[in-house]
């Protein structure tokens, strides 16, 4: 107990260290890269996003960079004026046409027999600032180097203001999660369970919370999730949602696979929140990652979809089967914050379907009970069939969802329903 209990000291003290870091840190970050500025828009108040000075700085710089780009074009055009070649064919021309003309002129005197009217012809003089050959090859060489120079800053600018851009990202995502920490009522490092510390919030969903836990007795970090039921919900409700709860746990906890997250306990906090105790990733999700980069090598997305498809290949092996259909990138954990270094877990088995004896027919699949439920970027057609009988799946449902994160990963954007919206689709 005492071996206990100085840990729970320590690992309390650096929770409390690390959240004071995290808090100067994004302090910091405010000025430099924005923060949320209350404002008052009638009889209410709304808070906005103020980028920073970072941000500004570079749009000052992307503007001068413009205006320099005018200022060159309009110098190319009023170089192209001088250009020697145009004074001498105009010279030519106007040496050709004047030697028309005197010969005019004389075969006129000839006619007119010594007449005394003579006509004197002047040869327009070349202008002040003409330039020659050599000093207008020199202006557009100049010229041409700085247009050069220009693009480089440019695109310079570009990868920084992507840069900029991606710590934005997690600047946002950092202060939210401070914002929702402070009004979290598990924010003073409580011990639940008689066995769970809780360290620091890590993300907050719709009823759910999930903190950073040390389990006392086993002595390792786990994922801790609370799931807060609503007061208000009547009693059938909340009996509903325990119910589901309950599933997802029966089903996640027989599962054992080095690519899917462990589920190592559940239990009652008071009557309206209960916690599942999952295994600590410390990473970002796929979604998060393609969010910021956008694309992924194909490489290091083969390597995602393998690890994935390890992880399917146990579900459809074991008895009775699972399908898990809801694989996407928000269910698909990072490990250690790099695609590159490799491994994967998948994790969310609250749709998974059981093809038990009873409900799954090997040659036409089993009934789709929870139409609707899911996300339908990643469903497969079979799952919008719509008539009197409800439509048949089976575990080809989440190869079709592999497929389309995979796409994804290349291409950078959803095969299908890109930028669509869930109720559009």
């Known amino acids: 107990m005492k071996c ?22 994004c302090m910091a970050n405010r000025l430099r890269l924005g923060q949320f500025v209350t404002q008052r828009v009638g009889a209410s108040f709304q808070e906005n996003w103020t980028d920073g000075y970072a941000f500004q700085e570079l749009s000052k710089r992307q503007e001068e960079i413009s205006t320099e780009r005018e200022e060159i074009d309009k110098k190319k055009k009023q170089l192209a004026k001088k250009r020697p070649d145009d004074g001498r064919k105009k010279s030519a021309n106007a040496n050709a046409n004047n030697a028309n003309s005197l010969g005019q002129d004389q075969h006129q005197i000839g006619m007119n027999n010594g007449s005394s009217s003579e006509e004197t012809t002047f040869i327009k003089p070349p202008p002040r600032d003409a330039l020659t050959m050599q000093e207008y090859y020199e202006a557009e060489e100049i010229l041409r180097l700085r247009q050069t120079s220009l693009k480089k800053d440019d695109a310079e600018m570009a990868l920084e203001m992507e840069k900029l851009e991606r710590e934005r990202n997690l600047h946002i995502r950092e202060l939210k999660r401070i914002h929702n920490e402070d009004q979290s009522r598990y924010n003073n490092h409580i011990v639940l369970n008689e066995r769970y510390l809780l360290l620091m919030l890590l993300g907050k969903g719709g009823f759910s919370e999930v903190h950073k836990g040390f389990d006392l007795k086993e002595q390792r970090y786990v ?18 949602y325990i119910k589901h709860a309950l ?6 906890k027989a599962l054992e696979h080095s690519r899917i997250v462990n589920l190592f306990d559940v239990f009652e906090i008071d009557a309206n929140s209960f916690c599942t105790v999952l295994e600590y990733c410390d990473g970002h999700d796929l979604d ?3 969010k910021q980069h956008k694309t992924i090598a194909e490489r290091e997305a083969r390597s995602i979809v393998m690890q994935v498809t390890s992880a399917l290949k146990y579900l459809n092996e074991i008895k009775p089967p699972i399908i898990h259909y809801d694989l996407k990138p928000g269910n698909i954990l990072l490990t250690g914050n790099n695609v590159i270094s490799g491994d994967i877990k998948i ?7 059981i093809m038990d004896e009873d409900s799954y027919n090997p040659q036409e699949g089993m009934d789709l009970t929870s139409q609707g439920a899911g996300t339908y970027w990643y469903l497969p057609p079979e799952c919008f069939v719509v008539g009197k009988a409800p439509p048949k799946i089976s575990s080809k449902v989440d190869v079709w969802s592999v497929g389309v994160i995979f796409y994804q990963c290349l291409y950078g954007k959803k095969p299908f329903g890109h930028n669509q919206s869930q109720e559009l689709i």
């Open 288 to 290: 998060f990652h393609l």
């Open 223 to 240: 994922a801790c999730k609370i799931h807060q039921l609503n007061k208000d919900w009547k009693d059938d409700k909340k009996a509903n």
């Open 4 to 25: 206990i209990f100085f840990c729970q000291e320590l690992l309390m003290e650096k929770a409390t260290i690390e959240r004071k870091d995290a808090r100067a840190k």
């Open 247 to 252: 599933r997802e746990y029966n089903i996640h």
């Open 347 to 353: 994790t969310d088995f609250g749709l998974s379907k």
